[in-house]
Nanobody, 123 residues
Framework: QAQVMESGGGSVQSGGSLKLSCRHSGNIFTCAMGWYRQFPGKARQEVSTIHRGGFTTYENSVKGRATISQDNSMNTMTLQIDRVTTEDTATYFC??????????????????WGQGTQVTVSS
């Protein structure tokens, strides 16, 4: 089982940058790591994910101003969002997807969420 630890977040000025990091513990074969966010009263939505091999996805509202990266071991992942606005205010959650074997395409995929970190952008 993976334990997921999040850092970053807090208060950010509008127009500034937000940096979120996610690290997992445990000897697991990571397939993907990503950030999701949840607005009050809404479902959690994907912001950005990086997959083993480097493929990345970005939600439309952060495309062009967000960069996701990971270390070579896929133990740590960082998301930076530039030019933040009040609409980026949300609770952000890290999701780690992994397998017990070493085949991300063939083995059953498991996942673990972080506890969430609040991001508040002030105007």
């Amino acid at each position: 089982q993976a334990q997921v630890m999040e850092s970053g977040g807090g208060s950010v000025q509008s127009g500034g940058s937000l940096k979120l990091s996610c690290r997992h513990s445990g000897n697991i074969f990571t397939c993907a790591m990503g950030w999701y966010r949840q607005f009050p009263g809404k479902a959690r939505q994907e912001v950005s994910t990086i997959h083993r091999g480097g493929f990345t996805t970005y939600e439309n509202s952060v495309k062009g101003r967000a960069t996701i990266s990971q270390d070579n071991s896929m133990n740590t992942m960082t998301l930076q969002i530039d030019r933040v606005t009040t609409e980026d205010t949300a609770t952000y959650f890290c999701l780690v997807q992994y397998v017990r074997g070493r085949d991300c395409a063939g083995d059953p995929r498991l996942s673990e969420w972080g506890q969430g970190t609040q991001v508040t952008v002030s105007s």
